[in-house]
């Protein structure tokens, strides 16, 4: 990996933190400014959404269906196109309806494709699904 690909992983991973930090405190505002004006949701729970009025929508449905998680991810691997424009995220989700302290899970791995938009890596693609599925 060349020392820009390194920088520009190290400048994902801060995206990912602020973006998860976004999530936590319901701030979806500050989450869908680090979509794409492309970007597209793929999540388990409704048909994909794209665009910035249609991927807020998403966050605020799953926040309310699921009556304000607990919610963060951590990229567990980062891989950077050889252009350098393009960047693929893999990580894990740690999650919890309801939650109480110490009561989050890791229950869902994600992926992440990232492009630069105008010098700015922003999501292109978010999609996330379950490591299980419940029947309650």
């Known amino acids: 990996m060349s020392t820009d690909h390194h920088q520009d992983e190290q400048a994902i991973r801060k995206l990912d933190a602020e973006w998860a930090k976004a999530a936590r ?8 400014s680090f979509y794409a004006t492309d970007g597209s949701v793929v999540w388990p729970s409704g048909p994909a959404a794209k665009g910035h009025a249609a991927i807020r929508a998403a966050w605020e449905k799953t926040y309310k269906d699921l009556k304000d998680p607990y919610l ?16 693929v995220d893999f990580g894990v989700v740690y999650f919890a309806p309801n939650p109480k302290p110490g009561d989050h899970k890791n229950i869902a791995k994600y992926l992440v ?24």
């Open 72 to 87: 963060d991810f951590k990229p567990t691997h980062i891989e950077i196109a050889s252009g350098g424009d393009m960047a």
């Open 113 to 136: 494709v990232w492009k630069r938009e105008h010098g700015h890596w922003k999501v292109l693609y978010d999609c996330w699904n379950y490591n299980f599925m419940s029947n309650s």
């Open 25 to 32: 405190a319901k701030d979806f505002d500050r989450v869908v």
